[in-house]
C-alpha cells in the first residue's frame, strides 16, 4: 500500500512565474492537507480539502491555490512566485473527518 | 488563532539517558496534540499522540502527557538512542480527530551523543 505521494520532488522557478505541485494520498484518505515548511521551521497549513472543496484555509495570499480532483489526488498552485516562497511544500492526506494527517515526502521549491 | 511554542530548539543528550520536550498552546478549543519526527531530509512522521480526554499516553519508550488547565504538553522519550537523533515537532489541532488544520511548533533538535 503506498503512503502519499508528491511530484515532483524538487523544481527550480524564477521570481514571476507559476508552479504547481501534486499529491495523491494514502490509499482509503480523501482528505488533503498543505503545508509550507520553511528552512529550520515547522510546518505551515495552507489549506485543506475535502470532497473536493476547500474547507479550511490558512494565513496565506490568494497566490495560492488548490484543487482536488474526483480521486482525492490534489493541486497546490502558486502564482507570481517570490523569493519566499522557497520551501519545502509538504502535502498530508486523512481518512476524512476522522484520523490522523500522514505527510508525503514533499516537494522542495526553489525561487531564484 | 492557534499559537503554539516549542522548548528548548536544541537539546543534547547521552545515550541512554531521558529527553524531555515541552510545548505550550494558546486556544484553549485545542483538542488534538500529535508529535512527528522529522529526519534529515525526510518527511514528518507521526511518532504519538494524545487527545484532550487523556492525561498521559505512552508507547513503549515514548510518552506525552497533557495538562489542559495549563495548556502545556510534553514529550518523553526514555532510554534514547543514537536513531532518536532528529527534530522533533509538536502539534496542535481543535478536532478531536486530528484531521484539521495542525499549527506546529518551531521544533527542537535533538541529538543523543553515544
Known amino acids: 500500500d503506498a503512503g502519499v505521494t508528491q511530484s515532483p520532488t524538487h523544481l527550480i522557478k524564477t521570481r514571476g512565474q507559476q508552479v504547481t505541485l501534486r499529491c495523491s494520498p494514502k490509499s482509503g484518505h480523501d482528505t488533503v492537507s498543505w503545508y509550507q515548511q520553511a528552512l529550520g521551521q515547522g510546518p505551515q497549513f495552507i489549506f485543506q480539502?475535502?470532497?473536493?472543496?476547500?474547507?479550511q484555509r490558512g494565513n496565506f495570499p490568494d497566490r495560492f491555490s488548490g484543487h482536488q480532483f474526483p480521486n482525492y489526488s490534489s493541486e497546490l498552485n502558486v502564482n507570481a512566485l517570490l523569493l519566499g516562497d522557497s520551501a519545502l511544500y509538504l502535502c498530508?492526506?486523512?481518512?476524512?473527518?476522522?484520523?490522523?494527517?500522514?505527510f508525503g515526502p514533499g516537494t522542495r521549491l526553489t525561487v531564484l | 488563532g492557534e499559537n503554539v511554542e516549542q522548548h528548548p530548539s536544541t537539546l543534547s543528550v547521552q545515550e541512554g539517558d531521558s529527553a524531555v520536550i515541552k510545548c505550550t498552546y494558546s486556544?484553549?478549543?485545542?483538542?488534538?496534540f500529535p508529535w512527528y519526527k522529522q529526519e534529515l531530509g525526510k518527511r514528518p512522521q507521526l511518532i504519538i499522540d494524545i487527545r484532550s480526554n487523556v492525561g498521559e499516553k505512552k508507547d513503549q519508550r515514548i510518552a506525552v502527557t497533557l495538562n489542559k488547565t495549563a495548556k502545556h504538553f510534553s514529550l518523553h522519550i526514555t532510554e534514547t538512542q543514537p536513531e532518536d537523533s532528529a527534530v522533533y515537532f509538536c502539534?496542535?489541532?481543535?478536532?478531536?480527530?486530528?484531521?484539521?488544520?495542525?499549527?506546529f511548533g518551531t521544533g527542537t533538535r535533538l541529538t543523543i551523543i553515544p
Open positions: 480539502y475535502y470532497e473536493e472543496e476547500e474547507r
Open positions: 502539534a496542535a489541532s481543535g478536532s478531536n480527530f486530528g484531521n484539521e488544520k495542525l499549527t
Open positions: 498530508a492526506s486523512s481518512p476524512g473527518r476522522r484520523g490522523e494527517q500522514f
Open positions: 486556544d484553549s478549543a485545542s483538542n488534538y
